[in-house]
Every structure is written in C-alpha cells, then in structure tokens.
C-alpha cells in the first residue's frame, strides 16, 4: 500500500452503529450526492483533471462517467483559468458545472475566473444572470504534499462577495452539503479535507440537503465554545471528548458552511461559555480564525471571559518533511492544551 | 513614422458582388455605422461636462467590426465582448437609452449602474456578457457555446477580443477547448495594433495573430476590418460552420482606433504613435469608404446621408435628455442582487 493510502487508513474516527442507519464513507457519500444531482438534472455535469481515471479524485467521481456517458462526466484539459471561465458561462446559460481538483492549490491558477468573474456576474448585471456553478477540490495534509499541494485556501476567498463556501466534516454532511451547493445558484466551494475521505458515517440513500449558511451543534458543553469545520473541526470535537475525562465542557460548533457565516449560533454559544477557540485547516492570520476572532471582540466583546484563541496554521509555508510537518499542524493534544490554559487562566 | 499599414484593398472588386445583397441591407450596415459615429462623437463631445462618470472607451474607427459581424447573427445568437462595449453593444440591438443611463450612472441603465461603460450587457438582445479583464470574457463565451452545444440550441456564441487578449494564456485554453469539443463559436479578434499605448510589436514576435490561431486546430481567417462587407461574409460563413455543427472559427480584423485607448480624443501625440499613421488610417475610414463604396453604385447621396444623419442625431439629443432626466440609485440599490436566490 503507498505510504499516503497507508496514512489516511490510518487515521481512527469513531464507527458509527449501523442500528442508526446505513454506513457508508466519506468519499462514498459525496459520490453518490454527484450520482443523485446527475440523474435528478440533465443540466449538471461534472468534470475536471482525473475525474475518469482510476483514482477518480479519492473514488468520488467513481463510476460516474460510465453512468452518465463522456458528455457530461469528462476529464479536462490543463486549463485551470479557462476551465474556470468555461464553468461561469456555462453556467451563465443554463447548465450546472461541477469542476473538480484535486487540490485547492490549482483553484489559484484561476482566480481572475473565480474572484473577478463568477462571484460578480450577478451583481454586475443588476441580477439578471445567474451563475449556477460548484468548485470542488480537497485539501492535502501529509506524506510530502509540501507547500503547493497541501494549502487550504478559504481564507483568501471568504472576504469576496457572491461566493459561497462550503466545508463538511462528515459523511452526511458532505452529500447533503454537495447537494445544497449543486442546487444552489450561486458559485459555491466546497472544500474537503483529504484526511476525511475514509471516514465512516449514517448517510440516508436517498435524496436530501443540509442547508447552506447554517451551523450545528456536535457537542453541547459549558465551559469553552469551539468553532471551526472540516478536518480542523474533527480534531477539535476529538480534543473535546478527551477533555470531558478532565472535566472541561466544551461546546463545539460545526459551521458546515464558513460563508455565509452563521453567526447566530457562535453568539448563542459565547453568551454561555464566554470563551472561544476557532480551529481552521487554513492559515490563522487573515483566514477563518481572523474573521470570527475579529467578530467576537467587535460584537461579542460583553460575553468574552478570556482572549480569543486562534488554532490555525502559522504564518509559514507548509513544509514537506514528515517532522517538520508535526511541528507545523495542529493536533488533539495542542488543541486540548490550548483549551486547558483558557479554562484554567 | 508608420508602424503599422493598412494592407487592405478597400471595395476594389466588390462592385460585382452587389447584385447578391438587397439595397435596403446595404443601406442598413452603413446606417448602424453611422449610428455608431454619431453617438460616440457626441458622447466625446460632452464627455468634458462630467456628468458621464464612467471610463469611456470609444469605438470611433471601427464601426465596420461590430455590424458587419452582428449583421450575421439573429437576436438569439450570443454576444461577448471586452471593455470596449459600446459597439458592440449598439450593432447587437442594445437599447440606446439605456446605454447612455448607464453611463450617466442612472438606475434605469442597462444593468442598474453596476457597469458603466466598461460593461454593458443587455440579455434580451443577447449582448449576453462583458468583461474589462483583457479575454476574461474569453472563457466565459466559450463556456456559453459550451451550453449550446450541451443543451442541442441552435445559437451560436461570438466573443470580441483585441490583439492583447491572445497574449493572455485564457485564450490559448479557450481556443484549446474549443477545438477540442467542436464548439459553435467564433473568436473575433480585433487587432488595433495597439494595448493602451504598447504597441504590438513590444508584445508578441513577428507573426500573424490568424495563424497563430489556426495551430489550435480551427479554420482562421484575416479579415479587413475597415470593409464591412468583408467582415459580414466572414461571419457569415464563420456563423453557418458553427451552426452546420463544424466547430469554431478565428477571425483577425485588423482595425485602427482613431481615439485614445480611453477617455476622449486622440492621445498620438503623447508619442507613443505616429499621429500619421493615424491620419494613414483614417484615409481607410470603414463609415467614409462604404459610403463612397454606395455612393459610386448608385444607391446614397450626400443628401440622403444628411437625412440619415439627422434622424440619428435626433435619436441621440433624445437619449441623452432621456438619461440626464433619469434617477439615480438609492442606497437601498446597493445592496441588492450580491447572491441569486
């Protein structure tokens, strides 16, 4: 097994009881949201670099084009910007795109499409035209990905207006997220986390969506709110779990979806624990953490009982070394310690 | 000195083509260039009083590019365009008045004064997008054709770009895409010799733009864009490829921008151009060689010019009082249409 496989089979989440509902994992889950969109909408297609080759982007795209046929489910060319604006005036004409990567990283090449063009066609003209399209890539973390194949990039497109930006941290949320973003009519990211492809969860078979803009409980707790989602989030709930052994109650907020921002549930929490930690997969400065640190002292100043804390990534590059990498991420242990200086100050 | 020539050779020889158009047809491409003139001249004209607050850049000298390729398109066809919209806009059927209300940033404008000049857009005549990011548009009409071609519609997509947009590597994906998907599109370059004040060749080696489009596999074409006819049969045949399902096609036009690349007057003697070779250019005015062009076959005169002139004019006067008399946003305005329902 290649050393990558090996890490993420590694990796323990907690089984879900198959006397819930039926088991299925993380990258199956948001498959077979493609699978339903594609045959629920004949204006959908889904392409991108690899989405009919074996691999099929962590098996998410599997099958699909022996499904719906080469029209509608292709492999793309090396055009990143192109594509991009492909995807917008496709979009602007009736159909639904679904542009898949790899890595965020190659959603760079194309911002000029994604920032200047999809996010403000709407706006520009005075709401007329509609672009209905999903950006889809999945966040690296480990074996060598190094600085260009391993960053998380939501905290350069949070401050652009008309985006929509989407980060599941389960099974469920990641088909029924995708099928929210699919439906939507605006340009929405979703952002996966490669660490959480091989996660296991109840996920209904049939058709349904979690909305857009809305957060959720996965841990009630009194004693320190945390807020954050996808893998950053995961790790945060798991940090939560080993503290309640210490007797610190944490609450932990699930955003599923970072912009729209649900800022309600966040001011709900912080009224009742009065301290907040924001996890985030992307840098703190300037990204996830900034903006709800920053809303926190400029709204939420009175319910504050101890600084904000930010649990990001530094303000370096993402090294490609495995030990460097350990210094470099955030884990359980530095998140519960985190926590434990702020109950305890 | 002159750097770049017309090598074009006008309407020399088209006299026996005239028996295949209607007069009225031909009349009409010299009256929507004219339009065209009359309009941006007087939006020249008043620039000064500021009361336009919008960047300005007009599309004086090439006339001929803008009807002679809408006169090959019906009103479903599509239309991109980049910064420079005004012609585009006015010979794909764009409504006048709305384009001057959203130049004078009014609330009636043709995208409630979210664009200005820089962006004018009017679906319902398919003048369907438009983009100030030099071949942004590019993709984006590519992507329209794209959903033609999905979808099993019979419109066909043509984008507008300057001879700087194929330095950009948007339009090397596009042209790329195109041609591999056989997209019914076609890329209409006018080259005007000139990026702002960069002249081409600071910009691109010596080679033509048309070729240089072929090597992405599509037929491509050089076009004299001072001839409105030429251009017109161009698209024309460009257009029923698309349509007859043959893929897109690449047209260069060569065209000279009498004015500055904004604002209005001419800039040439900031130095960046020889004013000669504008005046070279101007010899070959695509409005004053058909209407000679006409006028030698018979079918106009001074006086009938004067007619149409004046008819123009009074639309005009009409639409600039029409957008000076029409309100402003509110503030409430702002804030609408940031996310589609």
């Known amino acids: 097994m290649p050393w990558d496989e090996g890490l993420v089979n590694s990796l323990v989440y907690d089984a879900p009881d198959p006397k819930e509902g039926r088991v299925l994992g993380y990258a199956q889950a948001v498959n077979e949201a493609l699978e339903i969109a594609l045959k629920q909408d004949p204006s959908v297609f889904v392409f991108g670099q690899g989405v009919d080759d074996p691999t099929a982007m962590f098996g998410v795209t599997k099958d699909l084009q022996d499904k719906f046929g080469e029209k509608r489910v292709f492999d793309s060319p090396l055009s990143e910007e192109g594509m991009m604006g492909m995807s917008v005036g496709a979009a602007m004409n009736g159909l639904r795109p679904v542009f898949m990567h790899n890595r965020p990283d190659f959603i760079l090449l194309a911002f000029n499409q994604l920032v200047t063009h999809a996010a403000k066609m709407h706006y520009m003209d005075n709401g007329l035209t509609k672009v209905p399209m999903v950006v889809w890539a999945a966040i690296g973390r480990g074996w060598g990905s190094g600085a260009q194949h ?52 109840i996920v209904p078979e049939d058709f349904y969506r979690v909305p857009l803009g809305k957060g959720i409980y996965r841990r009630r707790g009194k004693d320190v709110t945390i807020v954050g989602a996808s893998h950053a989030l995961e790790l945060g709930l798991q940090a939560a779990n080993k503290l309640a052994a210490e007797g610190i109650d944490v609450e932990v907020i699930d955003l599923r979806t970072i912009k729209p921002l649900d800022e309600e549930i966040i001011h709900e929490s912080l009224k009742k624990t009065g301290r907040l930690v924001v996890v985030d997969t992307g840098w703190s400065m300037g990204g996830v953490c900034a903006e709800i640190g920053c809303l926190a002292a400029e709204k939420w100043f009175d319910s504050l009982k101890a600084p904000v804390r930010r649990i990001g990534l530094p303000d370096i590059p993402h090294p490609a070394g495995y030990t460097l990498e350990q210094f470099f991420y955030p884990d359980v242990k530095r998140i519960s310690q985190t926590i434990r200086e702020l109950v305890h100050q | 000195m002159i750097r770049y020539d017309y090598h074009g050779t006008g309407f020399a020889g088209w006299q026996e083509k005239l028996n295949h158009y209607e007069p009225a047809f031909l009349l009409k491409l010299f009256r929507d260039m004219l339009r065209i003139r009359i309009i941006e001249e007087e939006i020249e004209r008043r620039y000064w009083q ?292």
């Open chain 1, 150 to 201: 391993s960053q998380a990039i939501q905290g350069l497109l949070i401050g652009v207006p008309g985006l929509k930006i989407v980060m599941p941290s389960t099974p469920y949320d990641a088909k029924g997220l995708m099928l929210s973003a699919i439906l939507d009519n605006n340009p929405v990211l979703v952002f996966e986390h490669r660490w959480l492809m091989k996660k296991d969860g």
């Open chain 2, 50 to 341: 500021d009361h336009m607050k919008s960047p300005i850049h007009l599309v004086i000298g090439q006339e001929a590019t803008s009807v002679g390729a809408c006169a090959a398109l019906t009103r479903a066809d599509l239309l991109y365009a980049s910064h420079r919209t005004h012609g585009n806009y006015l010979a794909k059927g764009g409504d006048l008045k709305a384009m001057l209300c959203e130049m004078h940033c009014r609330i009636n404008g043709c995208v409630g004064s979210r664009g200005g000049s820089m962006h004018l857009m009017d679906k319902s005549v398919g003048m369907a997008g438009s983009s100030a990011i030099v071949a942004g548009v590019v993709p984006i009409a590519t992507g329209a054709a794209f959903a033609a071609q999905m979808q099993d519609e019979s419109y066909v997509t043509t984008v507008f770009l300057g001879d700087a947009a194929t330095e950009e590597g948007a339009v090397s994906e596009a042209l790329n895409f195109a041609a591999l998907k056989q997209l019914p599109i076609v890329y209409f370059c006018e080259n005007n010799f000139y990026s702002v004040q960069s002249p081409l060749h600071t910009r691109q080696p010596q080679r033509e733009i048309y070729k240089w489009a072929a090597s992405y596999g599509m037929p491509s074409v050089l076009v004299d864009g001072t001839n409105v006819l030429a251009v017109y049969e161009a698209m024309q045949a460009a257009v029923a490829r698309a349509k007859q399902g043959g893929g897109p096609t690449f047209i260069e036009s060569p065209v000279y921008r009498f004015r500055a690349h904004g604002g209005a007057g001419d800039d040439s003697k900031t130095g960046y151009r020889d004013i000669a070779e504008r005046e070279a250019w101007q010899k070959v005015c695509p409005v004053e060689t058909y209407f000679a062009f006409l006028k030698s076959a018979g079918l106009i005169d001074e006086q009938a010019r004067k007619v149409m002139a004046g008819e123009i004019m009074a639309e005009t006067m009409e639409a600039f009082d029409f957008a000076l008399a029409s309100p402003n946003p509110t503030e409430a305005d702002l804030y609408t249409h940031v996310y589609a329902d």
